[in-house]
């Protein structure tokens, strides 16, 4: 047959695979709970070919309605990278000026650095009613919504008094990014993390330099400082990956805006260290698999545990390895819950303009929670766990931290030593 | 990851295939790229509605020993027919689908165009009848939501009154979907369905069916399949509402029926121990001496996934099981051996209506459902589903019925292995 003929699709995203089935649609989380939002398949390949005419066809207000869940590119039956489409179109068209609560909820870094030096005035003040009302009035933050609270100190501090003189003494090393979260708001997860792989034998290090993934700079807007900011990090990692380290994260969406988002939406390269870029769950799941590394559970550990997809986990296509490793352990009474969007993604939720559209997003997956009534919601996404714990009684932990707890340490230790 | 039996494929013939296997004990592992071709389901399962002379079937089982060798039908003795119809049947009872039919004789459905269709098993609620002559004795209101897109109400109309039956039209002006009117292409079938799970909208629903039904001298109201989102049993409260009976009608994709059928067999599986990878995409296969011992996926990038037996179900055309290009027909995964012609010529008929060739095509197998391979079996390879040569679903009406009977058949072959 001629050179002359097309032999398989060449499209951007794989825009011309689209069948306009609608399944995407179907599956869109913010679609179905508002007529306002023309769902993926409209805000992104129809939507598209129109915008390739011409920008006037961009709609900044619906397709700022895009939670970039990707639940419609895991249900497209032909590929079409549906969320990736709209995101790129955000990126290329908005002429929209981050707005001073955009800025605030996407530069997670420098307010957080700012924020833990403050604590306990700013977790006071996020909590009181005048100041919610203060927020919600003067730049649009959600009053009803509580903001995340910050921890008086750095995961990065903690780890440079407490742990970093131990780990020297381990020859298997990895790096840690530990991301925005846990160095502001929950060390707590970033300890249990090096609990867990200094039990398995690991030392942990941090990169040179580590800033914020960048997502919530993406979904607010400021696609150009993430796309600095992801330099930076990536620099790091190829530092790390160098002298033999892989990166390791426990935050799922982290994980993918490295993977994916960062060539994908910012064309950064990441070639060189997308292979040793993992989620925590996978990297020990792998070493456990292979018979490299044995964990050995508390006995009196004894919980139900419903896991919770993340979006992002699930597009992914990791949740494997996460619920694999919580189903090892003999106590856990495990509970795989009807895979849906919580609503939060990110900082949407916290901006006033989405409050109801979050709230019904994620009233079906809290009423099934309290029908299930586990212990404990185990989610590998830290704005899933914000959103599920102010709205259904379950607490929610990173399965690294439930691991960590049902770990018999020094029975680990010795097996892997 | 190790697994006894990895599945491609989660669709209907994947689905029954993967829960027959979990419940008799084994450990398997679905890998499905996208949505499946049940979101157009019609509300039945076709075991045989026509003969190769495309004559009405009244008998499945005795038309299908009329079938030519080729068809997958024939790979099975009648006693292991009626097994495995028995056995689906039961498995769909299992997953929670209540289903009216039998393997004995055919019944018709009712088409979103008004004709009737012979088929083998009937979803609850949705319109069906046993004897064509039946029809002409109804006296039937049609009622739809007004500005609903997914519904052909005037070949609905006219088809039926062409048959006979005294049919009365009416559009429903209820307010529990006006927040949906909002945006004028929101009023389809999957959108309303989900405002349908709320018991308030439900209850305001019933009672505008009431009202109608109370003030005609009807005998059953016909909706469209807006029934049926969330996961109670909606049809049921619906019902138990309204005093006259309502049956229900296909509309045009996405299928609400049929997506509950997807959601309920997944959970099922699920219960039963199954491994679902939703969204990720089998790329290759290892082969060895006439046996496939691991698979890659395309998001589980570094994990070998082995198995003892494999089994594909990844459709046709329309799923990319198998692929057309300008110069063959092939199956992407492991090339399977594929039957069709080899003039590109003789694939399709230039008249439209005519049973077009290439319908027939798909992957070559052996007495026990096992793939070829280089004119060789592969030993551990087996094909269900639409992906299999032999059959044109279009024109025998038995699509989901070989999707149903072959998933099954196989899994009780691997099982007796």
């Given at each position: 047959m001629g050179d002359e003929l097309q032999l398989s699709n060449i499209s951007t995203n794989e825009l011309e695979q689209c069948l306009k089935c609608t399944i995407c649609t179907a599956y869109c989380p913010v679609a179905a709970v508002t007529p306002f939002y023309p769902g993926p398949k409209h805000a992104g390949p129809d939507g598209e070919r129109y915008r390739i005419k011409d920008a006037k066809y961009f709609d900044e207000k619906a397709l700022k309605m895009c939670l970039n869940c990707k639940r419609c590119e895991v249900a497209c039956p032909e590929g079409v990278k549906i969320g990736d489409i709209i995101q790129a179109a955000r990126i290329k068209y908005s002429t929209h000026r981050p707005s001073l609560r955009d800025w605030t909820m996407g530069n997670t870094d420098l307010v957080g650095s700012i924020a833990t030096r403050v604590a306990p005035i700013v977790n006071m003040s996020l909590k009181l009613k005048p100041a919610k009302a203060v927020m919600d009035m003067m730049i649009g933050l959600d009053k009803t919504k509580t903001m995340p609270s910050y921890s008086s100190q750095r995961f990065e501090t903690w780890f440079k008094k407490h742990a970093l003189p131990q780990q020297s003494k381990y020859t298997k090393k990895v790096s840690y990014f530990h991301g925005c979260y846990v160095n502001y708001n929950f060390p707590k997860l970033g300890q249990d993390f090096v609990k867990l792989m200094n039990a398995i034998g690991y030392g942990v290090s941090l990169l040179d330099k580590e800033k914020c993934c960048g997502v919530a700079l993406i979904a607010n807007g400021m696609s150009s400082q993430a796309k600095r900011q992801g330099e930076v990090n990536i620099k790091s990692m190829t530092e790390s990956v160098s002298k033999g380290m892989p990166v390791l994260t426990t935050s799922s969406t982290c994980t993918f805006t490295m993977r994916e988002e960062y060539p994908h939406l910012l064309q950064i390269n990441n070639d060189k260290v997308k292979d040793s870029l993992s989620l925590a769950t996978r990297f020990i799941y792998q070493l456990v698999e292979s018979g490299k590394v044995n964990l050995v559970f508390r006995k009196d550990y004894k919980k139900r545990i419903a896991y919770h997809s993340a979006c992002h986990m699930e597009r992914l296509g990791w949740i494997i390895y996460s619920t694999s490793l919580?189903?090892?352990?003999?106590?856990?009474?495990?509970?795989?819950?009807?895979?849906?969007?919580?609503?939060?993604?990110?900082?949407?939720?916290?901006?006033?303009?989405?409050?109801?559209?979050?709230?019904?997003?994620?009233?079906?997956?809290?009423?099934?929670?309290?029908?299930?009534?586990?212990?404990?919601?185990a989610t590998d996404c830290e704005t899933c766990k914000w959103q599920i714990e102010m709205s259904t009684s379950a607490p929610v932990e990173n399965p690294i931290s439930i691991l960590a707890d049902a770990l018999d340490v020094e029975a680990t230790k010795a097996l892997n030593s | 990851m190790k697994f006894d039996t990895i599945i491609i494929g989660g669709g209907l013939s994947g689905l029954c295939c993967g829960i027959s296997l979990a419940q008799a004990g084994k450990k398997v592992a679905i890998a499905a790229t996208g949505q499946s071709s049940l979101h157009f389901f019609s509300g039945s399962f076709d075991m045989l509605g026509y003969d190769i002379q495309e004559k009405e079937v009244e008998h499945p089982l005795e038309a299908i020993a009329q079938l030519p060798d080729s068809h997958p039908y024939r790979k099975l003795d009648n006693e292991t027919l009626i097994e495995t119809a028995t056995a689906f049947s039961q498995l769909l009872a299992g997953a929670g689908i209540n289903v009216k039919g039998s393997y004995m004789a055919n019944h018709y459905r009712l088409t979103p165009t008004g004709l009737l269709e012979p088929t083998w098993l009937t979803l609850e609620g949705m319109a069906m009848i046993d004897s064509a002559g039946q029809l002409k004795t109804h006296k039937v209101l049609l009622a739809y939501p007004k500005e609903f897109m997914d519904l052909p109400v005037d070949f609905m109309e006219a088809n039926l009154k062409q048959q006979g039956v005294e049919v009365m039209v009416k559009e429903l002006e209820d307010q529990v979907f006006s927040f949906r009117r909002k945006s004028p292409s929101e009023m389809r079938a999957t959108n309303l369905a989900k405002v349908l799970i709320d018991e308030n909208a439900m209850s305001s629903f019933a009672q505008e069916l009431n009202n109608l039904g109370k003030d005609n001298n009807v005998d059953t109201i016909l909706l469209p399949n807006i029934i049926g989102w969330g996961t109670s049993d909606e049809f049921k409260t619906l019902q138990s509402k309204v005093s006259k009976p309502i049956r229900m009608v296909a509309t045009l994709p996405p299928s609400v029926c049929g997506i509950s059928v997807q959601a309920k067999l997944k959970q099922r599986f699920e219960k039963l121990g199954g491994t679902f990878l939703i969204g990720d995409r089998v790329i290759k296969g290892n082969i060895q001496y006439n046996r496939v011992t691991d698979v890659s996926t395309e998001k589980l990038t570094d994990e070998i996934l082995q198995a003892n037996e494999f089994v594909v179900a990844s459709g046709s055309f329309r799923s990319q099981g198998i692929i057309a290009n300008y110069e063959r027909v092939y199956e992407p995964i492991f090339d399977l051996d594929i039957d069709y012609t080899s003039q590109r010529e003789s694939w399709y008929d230039a008249n439209v209506f005519a049973a077009q060739p290439y319908m027939q095509f798909g992957v070559k197998t052996d007495g026990s459902f096992r793939a070829y391979k280089n004119g060789v079996v592969l030993e551990n390879v087996y094909a269900v589903g639409s992906i299999l040569s032999g059959n044109n679903s279009i024109r025998l009406a038995d699509g989901t019925g070989v999707d149903a009977v072959t998933g099954t058949a196989v899994a009780n072959i691997i099982l007796k292995k």
């Open positions: 919580l189903k090892m352990i003999p106590g856990v009474d495990f509970v795989m819950l009807d895979s849906m969007c919580c609503g939060q993604a990110g900082t949407y939720a916290f901006k006033k303009e989405n409050h109801d559209v979050a709230s019904a997003i994620g009233s079906p997956l809290f009423k099934l929670i309290e029908e299930v009534h586990p212990d404990l919601v | -």
